[in-house]
């Protein structure tokens, strides 16, 4: 597509359910990267794909939080049992390049409200 | 890990120049960014720099590196209030796999 295309881009949820969000990165892209951002703060890296491997998790805050990019296009950021700190933007990033971040272009994200 | 450290806000008057702060841990960043978040609106990348150069132009907008001191600048030159939004500094991480951002700038223009 023309550009980083994030579902759902508001999504409300009770403490305790489990949540998916969906991030379809730009064509031929084969870097894609998970942020989340907080009010009042910057993107806070969570995990890096390289094709369908996740060459980084380093920023996956505990074991509830889990992504998968199964074709190496498409990938799903799946939170377990959400807690209400878990509010945020998530926001997904795609990038040409293979062997540093280089330029990342950035979907408009998933709010994600925990009540 | 990488920390970056922005200054919070900045106010100016339309026509004045900007200049934004950054300072950041990680000295082993290839590429250093610039990233401009506007209300409603996704990341966009504005400017970056090579970790080699010491200075990078680009129309209004000029990076300053001083890779000794670990600091990176963004001036905007002739400042409009179109570029009222949110600026953030962005190296990469020790691994080179991500892009740390800070806080960021707000940049309020007034007129």
């Known amino acids: 597509g023309a550009g980083v295309s994030q579902t759902p881009s508001n999504k409300v949820t009770e403490k305790g359910k489990y949540v998916e969000l969906r991030c379809d990165p730009i064509?031929?892209?084969?870097?894609l990267y998970w942020y989340r951002q907080s009010l009042g703060q910057g993107p806070e890296f969570l995990i890096y794909?390289?094709?369908?491997?996740?060459?980084?998790d380093s920023g996956l805050p505990n074991d509830r939080f889990f992504a998968v990019r199964p074709e190496g296009s498409v990938s799903t950021l799946k939170i377990q049992r959400t807690e209400r700190g878990d509010s945020a933007v998530y926001l997904c990033?795609?990038?040409?390049?293979?062997?540093?971040?280089?330029?990342?272009?950035f979907g408009e994200g998933s709010r994600l409200t925990v009540l | 890990g990488e920390d970056v450290e922005q200054s919070l806000f900045l106010s100016v008057r339309e026509g004045d120049s900007s200049v934004i702060n950054c300072t950041y841990t990680?000295?082993?960043?290839?590429?250093l960014y610039w990233y401009k978040q506007e209300p409603g609106a996704g990341l966009q990348l504005l400017t970056y720099?090579?970790?080699?150069?010491d200075m990078k132009q680009d129309q209004r907008l000029t990076v300053l590196l001083n890779k000794k001191d670990k600091h990176l600048s963004l001036r905007i030159a002739d400042t409009q209030t179109g570029d009222s939004a949110i600026y953030f500094c962005?190296?990469?991480?020790?691994?080179?796999?991500?892009?740390?951002f800070g806080k960021g700038t707000t940049l309020s223009v007034s007129s």
């Open positions: 990033a795609s990038s040409l390049t293979t062997d540093s971040p280089g330029e990342l272009f």
């Open positions: 064509s031929g892209h084969t870097a």
């Open positions: 794909f390289q094709g369908t491997g996740a060459a980084d």
């Open positions: 990680d000295s082993s960043s290839t590429y």
């Open positions: 720099i090579f970790s080699n150069m």
């Open positions: 962005a190296p990469a991480n020790q691994a080179g796999t991500a892009l740390i």
